[in-house]
């Protein structure tokens, strides 16, 4: 079989196994710098298997200098040369070879991006080749398999000085005033969007970095692939949600939409409130949730001020998906609906305020004061304050027990402080039901305390469990 | 409207007919929905009692339509929902009504949560067996053909899991219907659904008559093997698995290996890991011949792929594929081909793979037979025991019987000891560990003298190790040691040393020997412990450290029943009654413990206890007991106490 002849720098070429223990000497941390080197073999490896054999490069001579009339002809024979890829583990191997497909990169780059008349229809399929070619790859198992990218440093592409100029020439191609779509869109079609939407997954952010601005592009020129690409873009959270719940670029898929949002045209079809309801709510329930929150939010408010009657949906989302354990994200949510509470329509406000603010009194109750800190805030903002005075009467009710309780019992200080400004707040804003409500909360409390323990409750539950032991025994 | 009527009316028909007894009935249903999940969550976990009290008439009519309507609720809910109608057949009236259920679980199916989801499909899956062929043509089937056409990609999901639990049972014409199902779905345009398909492929193939395999199968596999997703294709390996099982051999070339060939050599490394995964059962599947032509060399190159993982995939079932290789020239096969691929990974970069192939090496040597193993495989197990990574050396270690029966452990004695010792020695804790566990085993190798020489004084090094695990394990090797070795051994050898601890400045040390003491009293029989071990807790029960005391107690306690019963009452007894009247609470309760469960040796008459009923119980608490003790031994308790008030 064809792949038991490895290419000659195979994984295990002298050079690098020697190479790590004497790093690791000067280094300090060995078990880093093996991880870190062991972590590069495998990842330009997964790309580098698939050449048959190592072809030399030979320098060719330089753009500028070439005849007009050669000029297409040599742009074609580099975008050739730079279809070779090279062992990146292996630092040493082949040095010249980099050094002219890199000059070659260099070259092609500042071409497209400042020379006009360049990109002719034959150059296109030897350019999106050669993209191909350099980009496509199975990402490598990740070294860590708990890779937590808030607290771990991330495994960079060993291939980047190459693969960087690739992407940078790909974004220039595209950018460049003499890119034509229609030319275009026969070679970047679905296949090639789909493989560039499974770059995103890549652990180098630099990667996922320009992959964003090139993705942000296609979907900008090449009309015919909008769909798709939601559509595609759709499945990735489909499975991070509900199947592997493991993607490196849910952010930066994110930061695109907030922009594609953004131009949704009115009204709002189905197909984008369906993704709006069963994709990005649902996203909230991701235990990384941390790493793409403040996209997600954008996100979900742009859809709002697209539309104001999909609040409803939101508001009862996250309602739904409330954390229950993890005081971080409870934070991350109230965040959430105060960006949400900023923009919303009184009209709209008015249909969720009941289970919202039942959800706020819980959050002020929390006995984690960041929780409860953050949910009293929202009486700092003008315009939720002013949506609460519309609805005192409503949200009062719901809110005053909470209030009283907690300004007696919390442990911490600065909430007792945030609550009595709160009861302050409300005593001005309408101070006859404020005493009614004070009033009838001493009631209730007196009887609880009075009350003797419901012996008929008791009673119904120890019938209960006779019925159920009777039950039992007959079955 | 429809949700409220339900539970209002059942709840009102369960209370007001005059019948109290189903009061509770209605309290139940009444929390079915409450606000409150937690109580929701409990309501819907006695399903089957409020069904039970309702009787199968109302659980049809009433009850499930309130519970189809309640499918908006919490993920929780909605899985203890699923779980709960799979067992619902006897409740609804028996397989006769068994298709009254089918309406909530479809909708169940059809929900975002994938664990809800897939306990639908378990309890549809379960249900569909008490279906009559005629209910499952009229009432299954069609739910089947609604969820393989869902618009939501979750129903069609669901779907694929149910294909093959209703095929084998209706007319050819609705199979025919089913089989068109199952490959639109296998092309299906969102991933998620073509993985559902791909994962339930090898099981459809399975119920599918001969010929459809061949030309309805074959076709949608080869399909989802080139997907153009690796989350797919690796599924399509699972199937493969399957379906080769179901082809007869003259088949398998043309229709299944062009696909499994091009998956070992995918290019995407999930893929071909999975081929090495399942390389064992694609092995068996495909038969001797195919093995010795294509699956040898696919072999070497997963042994030799360029990913870590793949190659730590394939070492593992080194083993396992040499020795399902056929006996004619299974030899020859692993001396010239797989040898030189494993020589290789010996000294392989990546230690998961070092150490994957580790664990199985051994096994090669009852393949290959005593001379083989001496000339090849002796110096790959000599080099895996000097490797870097103490996993590795483990691993060579742990199997080390494989080797003893063919070629005697002595060729490997002398490196074997230099490595026992490094990891002895070990900075981590669990490598320490690890190797004490190997011990019993290597000791039983070794023999006795190899052991007294050299591997002694390592197993008494660690019973004062900073680690309490380790000194806990040493403790326990003791034991097995004396189990292997005899009485006669641990007399001349280990008990005096740990006996020696006893008088040692460090309390730990001092309650290593009662935790040896615990362990070997029994190993040692009666004459050593009441001789020899005996006099050293005694003497320890006027340690100054309380945890010492408590612990003699606890000892007492443990070696009691060894004991003659002299010594118990004329020496432990009088020693545990001063610890019962200690300053310290703890020795106090232990000693006191002590006595209770020695009182039978003491010859006390156990049967006073009878004298304690229910009701004295009440005036003692048992909450000042740990939960898990016996009764009988809180009721033991409470004697004493009872009569040391008394004093």
Same mark, same amino acid.
């Given at each position: ?475 | ?34 606000? =409150? ?47 709960? #109608? ?56 069609? #739910? ?9 990609? !979750? ?135 195919? !093995? ?35 006996? =004619? ?66 691993? +060579? ?38 190797? +004490? ?90 004459? +050593? ?40 009452? !004329? ?77």
């Amino acid at each position: 079989m064809e792949t038991t002849k490895l290419p000659p720098s195979s994984p295990s070429s002298p050079t690098t196994s020697f190479s790590v223990p004497s790093a690791e000497k000067v280094d300090g941390f060995p078990r880093r710098s093996m991880r870190r080197a062991r972590q590069r073999r495998s990842h330009s490896s997964s790309q580098f298997r698939y050449q048959s054999s190592q072809v030399e490069l030979t320098p060719l001579p330089l753009l500028k200098d070439a005849p007009v009339a050669e000029l297409h002809d040599l742009f074609c024979k580099k975008l050739q040369q730079c279809c070779v890829l090279f062992d990146f583990l292996d630092c040493v191997a082949d040095l010249k070879g980099k050094e002219i497909k890199r000059a070659a990169l260099n070259e092609l780059v500042e071409s497209v991006a400042t020379s006009r008349g360049v990109l002719i229809e034959p150059l296109y399929p030897e350019a999106i080749k050669m993209i191909s070619v350099n980009i496509f790859r199975t990402l490598p198992p990740s070294e860590n398999p708990e890779f937590d990218p808030e607290e771990d440093e991330p495994t960079l592409e060993a291939s980047w000085p190459h693969l960087q100029l690739v992407y940078e020439f790909f974004l220039r191609f595209l950018e460049s005033p003499d890119f034509q779509p229609s030319m275009a869109k026969r070679y970047v079609d679905q296949k090639f969007v789909l493989q560039l939407l499974e770059l995103f997954d890549s652990e180098d952010p630099r990667e996922r970095e320009y992959l964003k601005t090139i993705l942000h592009r296609v979907y900008g020129k090449l009309l015919g692939l909008r769909a798709y690409i939601r559509k595609q873009i759709n499945n990735i959270f489909l499975r991070f949600i509900y199947e592997t719940e493991h993607f490196n670029g849910v952010a930066e898929l994110l930061e695109i939409l907030g922009s594609i949002i953004n131009g949704f045209a009115l009204p709002l079809k189905a197909e984008h409130k369906q993704f709006l309801v069963r994709v990005l709510i649902p996203l909230h329930t991701a235990k990384s949730l941390s790493i793409f929150h403040a996209q997600l939010a954008y996100c979900v408010v742009q859809f709002m001020e697209k539309d104001a009657t999909v609040t409803e949906y939101i508001i009862r989302g996250l309602l739904k998906y409330w954390p229950k354990t993890c005081t971080q994200k409870e934070v991350m949510f109230l965040g959430e609906i105060e960006e949400i509470l900023d923009v919303i329509e009184p009209s709209q406000f008015i249909r969720v305020q009941e289970p919202l603010f039942k959800q706020i009194a819980a959050c002020i109750s929390s006995p984690h004061f960041q929780v409860a800190e953050r949910a009293l805030y929202f009486w700092n903002n003008e315009y939720i304050l002013s949506l609460i005075e519309e609805n005192c009467q409503v949200i009062l009710p719901l809110v005053f027990a909470t209030l009283y309780r907690v300004s007696k019992e919390h442990w911490n200080q600065t909430i007792v402080s945030l609550i009595y400004n709160v009861l302050k707040t409300f005593m001005e804003m309408n101070s006859k039901l404020f005493d009614d409500l004070t009033a009838s909360y001493k009631v209730e409390k007196q009887k609880f305390t009075d009350a003797t323990p419901l012996f008929s409750s008791v009673d119904s539950m120890n019938q209960f469990t006779k019925l159920i032991t009777v039950n039992s025994s007959t079955t | 409207a429809a949700e409220e009527g339900g539970p209002c009316s059942l709840s009102k028909m369960a209370g007001a007919d005059g019948d109290d007894s189903l009061y509770p009935i209605a309290v139940l249903i009444d929390e079915l929905r409450n606000e =409150d999940v937690q109580l929701r969550l409990n309501s819907i976990k006695k399903l089957s009692t409020i069904a039970l009290a309702l009787g199968v008439e109302r659980t049809r009519t009433e009850l499930l339509p309130f519970l189809t309507d309640t499918i908006y609720d919490e993920d929780e809910v909605l899985l203890a929902l699923a779980e709960q #109608l799979g067992n619902f057949t006897m409740l609804v009236g028996g397989p006769e009504y068994v298709h009254c259920l089918l309406p909530p679980l479809e909708s169940l199916a059809t929900v975002e949560e994938t664990v809800v989801r897939d306990k639908a499909v378990e309890s549809l899956r379960k249900i569909s067996q008490e279906h009559s062929p005629v209910d499952l043509e009229v009432h299954f089937e069609p #739910l089947v053909k609604r969820l393989a056409s869902g618009d939501w990609f !979750t129903s069609r999901t669901s779907a694929c899991g149910l294909f093959s639990v209703c095929y084998p049972r209706v007319s050819s014409t609705v199979k025919a219907e089913i089989r068109q199902h199952f490959r639109t779905l296998c092309s299906d345009d969102t991933p998620m659904v073509r993985r559902a398909a791909a994962s339930k492929l090898g099981e459809f193939a399975k119920v599918l008559e001969l010929d459809y395999v061949k030309s309805d199968i074959i076709s949608l596999f080869t399909a989802l093997a080139s997907d153009e997703q690796d989350s797919v294709r690796l599924l399509a390996v699972e199937a493969c698995v399957s379906i080769a099982t179901l082809l007869p051999q003259e088949d398998l070339e043309t229709l299944v290996m062009p696909t499994l060939r091009q998956a070992a050599e995918d290019k995407s490394w999930r893929v071909r890991y999975m081929v090495a995964d399942k390389f064992s059962e694609l092995q068996k599947a495909v038969g001797p011949e195919i !093995t010795k032509n294509d699956l040898v060399p696919a072999f070497q190159n997963l042994l030799k792929d360029c990913e870590a993982e793949v190659r730590a995939a394939a070492a593992n079932k080194v083993k396992e594929f040499c020795e399902n290789l056929p006996e =004619d020239n299974r030899e020859q096969i692993i001396m010239t081909h797989i040898l030189p691929c494993v020589k290789e990974l010996v000294s392989d970069t990546n230690q998961h793979v070092k150490s994957a192939l580790a664990s199985v090496i051994m096994g090669l040597s009852t393949i290959l037979g005593k001379d083989n193993t001496i000339e090849h495989l002796l110096p790959l197990f000599l080099a895996q025991l000097k490797d870097e990574c103490p996993e590795v050396r483990l691993n +060579i270690i742990s199997n080390l019987d494989c080797v003893n029966e063919v070629i005697g452990i002595r060729q490997l004695s002398q490196s074997l000891l230099p490595a026992i010792v490094e990891l002895a020695e070990d900075a981590k804790w669990r490598v320490r560990l690890a190797i +004490i566990e190997y011990m019993p085993l290597l000791a039983g190798q070794l023999g006795v003298e190899f052991f007294d020489e050299k591997l002694n004084t390592l197993c008494m090094a660690w019973l004062i190790d900073h680690v309490y695990a380790i000194r806990e394990a040493a403790t326990c090797n003791l034991m097995k040691l004396v189990e292997k070795f005899g009485a006669e051994w641990a007399q001349n050898t280990i008990v005096p040393k740990v006996l020696g601890m006893a008088n040692d400045p460090n309390y730990l040390h001092r309650m290593t020997t009662l935790f040896c003491i615990n362990a070997l009293s029994e190993a040692c029989g009666q004459e +050593i412990t009441t001789k020899q071990m005996l006099p050293v807790v005694l003497k320890m029960s006027n340690d100054q450290v309380a945890n010492v005391r408590f612990n003699v107690a606890k000892s007492l306690q443990k070696i009691g029943p060894v004991l003659d019963s002299n010594a118990l009452q !004329t020496e432990v007894k009088p020693v545990l009654e001063k610890l019962a009247t200690d300053t310290d609470m703890d020795v106090k309760y232990f000693a006191q413990e002590a006595i209770s469960l020695l009182c039978i040796f003491f010859s006390i008459r156990p049967n006073l206890l009878c004298l304690l009923n229910t009701s004295q119980m009440l005036y003692f608490p048992n909450s000042i007991y740990p939960a898990s003790m016996p009764f009988c031994t809180v009721c033991c308790l409470q004697q004493h106490r009872l009569n040391w008030s008394n004093k």
